[in-house]
């Protein structure tokens, strides 16, 4: 089955720096690859995805870049806030977006820690 | 809002017992996944309903079973509790074949 591997575990950024967050998976099969913020005892909430025949998507201060080859995909956060603080999840799938018969396959998350 | 609710938010079992967790998807959705997330880590599918059928599975014993109603609400029973069922159980509603919307979980603590 498909394995999805996330660094850093924990990112403390700066006010107004970016934080890059990098995710890796297994299965050359998955064409899905969303991802999810977490805040503190909140539900997870999908933030942007990209399917495999695209390279790059942005949505204003957050991007992710997809390279197939190399079996990688990352979250890019520009322009940090405090209100970006919470754990990040990344996840592949070869089903849908609602993740198939496989399900959605989660990295083991990031905490994004905003310093004012 | 998101509109999926689930119930009850918290619940304390002792090994061996059963457990029902609940779900109301939202609305207009037909689709209910479950997953497990323990502490500290990401969410692991366990399974997957669709128009009342299981249309998927992860890697989890028979002892979790699930139902899904006509209504489009879902159940989701695990049998012969253990302590390392201890988790949060959050089921995802969508429209077949879109995006997951979560709800907020029940957290089970498993003594």
């Known amino acids: 089955g498909e394995n999805v591997e996330q660094h850093p575990s924990t990112l403390s950024v700066q006010e107004g720096d970016s934080a890059v967050i990098k995710c890796t998976y297994s299965?050359?099969?998955?064409?899905?690859f969303p991802w999810y913020k977490q805040e503190l005892g909140k539900r997870p909430q999908l933030i942007i995805d990209?399917?495999?025949?695209?390279g790059e998507k942005k949505d204003q201060r957050i991007a992710v870049t997809l390279n197939k080859t190399a079996k990688h995909f990352s979250l890019h956060i520009t322009e940090t806030q405090p209100e970006d603080s919470a754990v990040y999840f990344c996840?592949?799938?070869?089903?849908?977006?609602?993740?198939?018969?496989?399900?959605?396959?989660f990295g083991k998350g990031t905490h994004l820690i905003i310093q004012p | 809002e998101t509109g999926v609710t689930q119930s009850p938010t918290h619940l304390i079992k002792t090994r061996g017992q059963q457990v029902t967790l609940r779900c109301s998807s939202q609305?207009?959705?037909?689709?209910v996944s479950w997953y497990q997330q323990a502490l500290g880590q990401g969410p692991q599918f366990i399974f997957q309903?669709?128009?009342?059928?299981?249309?998927g599975r992860g890697n989890f014993p028979p002892r979790f079973s699930g139902l899904q109603f006509p209504n489009y609400s879902s159940e989701l029973n695990v049998n012969a509790l253990e302590l390392d069922d201890s988790a949060l159980y959050l089921c995802?509603?969508?429209?077949?074949?879109?995006?997951?919307?979560f709800g907020e979980g029940s957290r089970l603590t498993v003594l």
């Open positions: 996840a592949a799938s070869e089903g849908n977006a609602g993740g198939g018969a496989d399900g959605l396959t």
């Open positions: 299965d050359s099969a998955s064409n899905y």
């Open positions: 990209i399917r495999s025949n695209v």
């Open positions: 609305s207009g959705h037909n689709t």
């Open positions: 309903y669709y128009r009342e059928e299981e249309n």
């Open positions: 995802a509603s969508s429209q077949f074949p879109g995006e997951l919307f």
